[in-house]
């Protein structure tokens, strides 16, 4: 297995046609598992078509760019644009329903653990950012690098199929982007504001640091997620966010980590980990293991991290728990970026098997 890379055209039209056509058995298999996921959650399939509606006219309102490559990729991927926007908001769509079905589902939900390091803990001197990205199972094989090239702007992400926003990236200003998952009770209960993945898409688009901050909190938010930021002349933060509130959390000694809990010291209520417990540790051990080698980390040490098989299955590195019936979470990708360098490593599966992809956008 590899990831997929797509060199996206210029408009937003164009380019939803080439990840539809380029992913489109991907992208079908992605609503499949979405779909299934949401009923196990207990909302019917004309209940999510309803929620994709409401934000689709959300998005036609406030993100026409947005709009234009989701209608792109529902053409050349032969689905609906009900379906592929429900991709675009699956958060906004099932993270409230998980927060009240949260107890029942600890076999069918995952997390992902993410990392900053200063320059000065590199070996290279370079600002880097890691994570590992989890999912249901059957993703695994259908996320996809792409690169976009905008008149003043340039940005490498990897995406899940269907998705115009990333999960992960990096840009040629310098700027990279990792997430994490986060839950609170509140999560879903508000009006509608800018979606995660629009979020994700207008941070790698900015060529300043205020800017992203700025898209991240300047409005409140529909789900709770972690933002953790970088930038190459060596600035980090990790921005936990709930529907109405903001923390930020700095490096220690260099190194900043999280995982899909709120860390202590702040006063949001966290959900997730009330599901997913592995959370508590992933975080600790992954900056434990970063700060052994403070000055000369480097990405084989990082990737040594993100394939840490402490409590398997429920490690860093995650695994299918043969031992629970049901659906099955996974590592779907591992990402580790250098900002200076501006060169993304990726790989297609967990990081403990499957090889490790460059992507080098000043290539
Ligand atoms: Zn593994």
Same mark, same amino acid.
């Given at each position: 297995m590899s990831l997929k890379f797509i060199r996206f055209e210029r408009t937003p039209r164009e380019r939803g046609r080439q990840h539809g056509e380029i992913m489109r058995s991907e992208i079908a298999a992605n609503a499949d598992v979405y779909l299934a996921r949401f009923c196990d959650f207990g909302i019917d399939q004309v209940a999510i078509q309803a929620e994709a509606k409401r934000w689709l006219s959300f998005l036609e309102q406030t993100s026409e760019n947005y709009v234009e490559e989701v209608r792109g990729i529902s053409e050349a991927a032969n689905l609906s644009t009900d379906t592929v926007t429900m991709l675009n908001v699956r958060h906004e769509i099932g993270f409230p329903l998980m927060a009240r079905t949260a107890i029942d589902l600890s076999n069918i939900v995952d997390g992902c653990t993410s990392a900053g390091l200063m320059p000065e803990t590199t070996s290279q001197g370079t600002a880097m950012l890691a994570q590992t990205i989890d999912g249901p199972? %059957?993703? *695994? =094989?259908?996320m996809f690098v792409g690169r976009i090239s905008e008149t003043n702007n340039s940005w490498l992400g990897v995406f899940e199929a269907g *998705?115009?926003? %990333?999960t992960a990236g990096l840009n040629e200003a310098g700027i990279g982007l990792v997430c994490n998952s986060l839950l609170t009770a509140?999560? =879903?209960?508000?009006p509608m504001f800018p979606p995660f993945k629009v979020r994700t898409r207008a941070i790698l688009e900015s060529r300043r640091f205020d800017r992203v901050i700025q898209a991240i909190v300047r409005r409140d938010r529909n789900s709770s997620m972690n933002y953790l930021v970088g930038h190459s002349d060596g600035e980090i933060v990790s921005i936990e966010t709930s529907p109405n509130s903001t923390r930020y959390l700095f490096p220690d000694n260099g190194v900043v980590t999280h995982a899909n809990h709120f860390e202590p010291g702040g006063n949001i209520v966290s959900e997730f980990d009330r599901f997913v417990p592995s959370s508590v540790y992933r975080s600790h051990r992954l900056g434990r293991h970063l700060r052994s080698k403070l000055g000369s980390i480097d990405v084989d040490h990082v990737l040594a991290g993100l394939k840490d098989h402490f409590s398997y299955p429920a490690s860093i590195c995650l695994h299918p728990?043969?031992?629970? !019936?049901g659906a099955q979470s996974s590592t779907i990708v591992a990402v580790v970026m250098d900002l200076k360098r501006l060169v993304l490593l990726a790989t297609d599966? !967990? !990081? *403990? =098997?499957a090889p490790v992809q460059t992507f080098d956008l000043a290539g």
């Open positions: 199972m %059957p993703v *695994c =094989g259908t *998705c115009v926003g %990333p509140i999560d =879903g209960r508000g728990d043969k031992d629970t !019936p599966g !967990p !990081p *403990c =098997g």
